[in-house]
């Protein structure tokens, strides 16, 4: 299985950027789709965004959709999350997996994807 470590969450002022990252190791991402997933207190974990192996798909949930943007650099092993104009109830524990997904509807589901990270914490204040 793929090794996940995530980094760059923190605390941010609302209307605030974050970039996190999703280093792997053990293996290569090249063939994975990968995605990220966040969890606030009290909440089921929940789909934010995912990318397809070759980069060519991209999928967002409606609450980030037009302020986060998902990448990846294969050749360095690593996915990153591009979050502006934050909002407070972005709030949460962000997850990134790695998964054999190809159907399009796959992307959203946890039950898709194999390897997980320990999770980076977003704080947003108001």
């Known amino acids: 299985q793929v090794q996940l470590a995530e980094s760059g969450g923190g605390l941010v002022q609302a209307g605030g950027s974050l970039k996190l990252s999703c280093a792997a190791s053990?293996?290569?991402?090249?063939?994975?789709?990968m995605g990220w997933f966040r969890q606030a207190p009290g909440k089921e974990r929940e789909f934010v965004a995912a990318?397809?192996?070759?980069?060519?798909?991209?999928y967002y949930a409606d609450s980030v959709k037009g302020r986060f943007t998902i990448s990846r650099d294969n050749a360095e092993n690593t996915v990153y999350l591009q979050m502006n104009s934050l909002k407070p109830e972005d709030t949460a524990v962000y997850y990134c997996?790695?998964?054999?997904?190809?159907?399009?509807?796959?992307?959203?589901?946890?039950?898709?994807?194999?390897?997980w990270g320990q999770g980076t914490q977003v704080t947003v204040s108001s």
């Open positions: 997996a790695a998964g054999s997904v190809a159907r399009e509807r796959s992307f959203y589901s946890t039950a898709s994807y194999d390897s």
């Open positions: 053990r293996r290569s991402i090249s063939t994975y789709a």
């Open positions: 990318i397809s192996w070759s980069g060519d798909r991209t």
